[in-house]
């Protein structure tokens, strides 16, 4: 069994919260943080059983800032 990690993206919609995993673009909610990301996390799961990710070189996330009209 492999272990990654992966990014994820959580923001709030209406009363629930979202979890994104941009890497391999599972998606999944919950009432709470915790419920949101363990759905996602389980989802991930199944979904990498299915279609196995390449290997691939580490890629690191950053932000950047950026004035405009």
Same mark, same amino acid.
């Given at each position: 069994?492999?272990?990654?990690?992966?990014?994820?993206?959580?923001?709030? *919609?209406?009363?629930?919260? =979202?979890?994104?995993?941009?890497?391999? @673009?599972?998606?999944?909610? @919950?009432?709470? =943080?915790?419920?949101?990301?363990? @759905?996602?996390?389980?989802?991930?799961?199944?979904?990498? *059983?299915?279609?196995?990710?390449?290997?691939?070189?580490?890629?690191?996330?950053?932000? =950047?800032?950026?004035?405009?009209?």
């Amino acid at each position: 069994m492999k272990t990654r990690s992966f990014t994820v993206i959580l923001y709030k *919609e209406d009363d629930v919260y =979202i979890a994104e995993c941009p890497e391999v @673009g599972t998606v999944d909610q @919950g009432e709470t =943080i915790e419920q949101a990301i363990a @759905g996602l996390k389980e989802a991930t799961q199944l979904y990498l *059983e299915e279609f196995p990710l390449p290997e691939t070189s580490p890629r690191f996330v950053t932000s =950047i800032e950026v004035s405009y009209a």
